[in-house]
Nanobody, 125 residues
Framework: QLVESGGGSVQSGGSLRLSCATS????????VAWFRQAPGKEREGVAV????????????YYADSVKGRFTISKDQEKNTLHLQLSSLKPEDTGTYFC?????????????????WGQGTQVTVS
């Protein structure tokens, strides 16, 4: 089970930190990601992080629209995934979801991920 938190309403240029907690070891050795979905639009991957060939070698990739503004991180000890959102723009508005795959390698398409949170709303005005 994945549970997101940290969403809210901010002005353009503001920051938020999203968190995604899991009660199990859902993040261990898996590709994990943040997606977002705006009203009337498809769900899009904004950031993924995967465990490469050995523990600790986590690599992150970002959508071009958020590169340099968002940072994904994983706290393995606390089983928590974070997404730091900075320099927010109105087009960042949407529901943000965390997701975990059954494998360690990543794609940015939703069907790659088996586990999803319920989402947290981010509104930028």
């Amino acid at each position: 089970q994945l549970v997101e938190s940290g969403g809210g309403s901010v002005q353009s240029g503001g920051s938020l930190r999203l968190s995604c907690a899991t009660s199990g070891d859902t993040f261990s050795g898996r590709c994990v990601a943040w997606f977002r979905q705006a009203p009337g639009k498809e769900r899009e991957g904004v950031a993924v992080i995967y465990t490469a060939t050995y523990p600790g070698d986590s690599r992150a990739y970002y959508a071009d629209s958020v590169k340099g503004r968002f940072t994904i991180s994983k706290d393995q000890e606390k089983n928590t995934l974070h997404l730091q959102l900075s320099s927010l723009k109105p087009e960042d508005t949407g529901t943000y979801f965390c997701a975990a795959a059954n494998v360690g390698w990543c794609l940015t398409t939703p069907h790659h991920f088996a586990y999803w949170g319920q989402g947290t709303q981010v509104t930028v005005s």
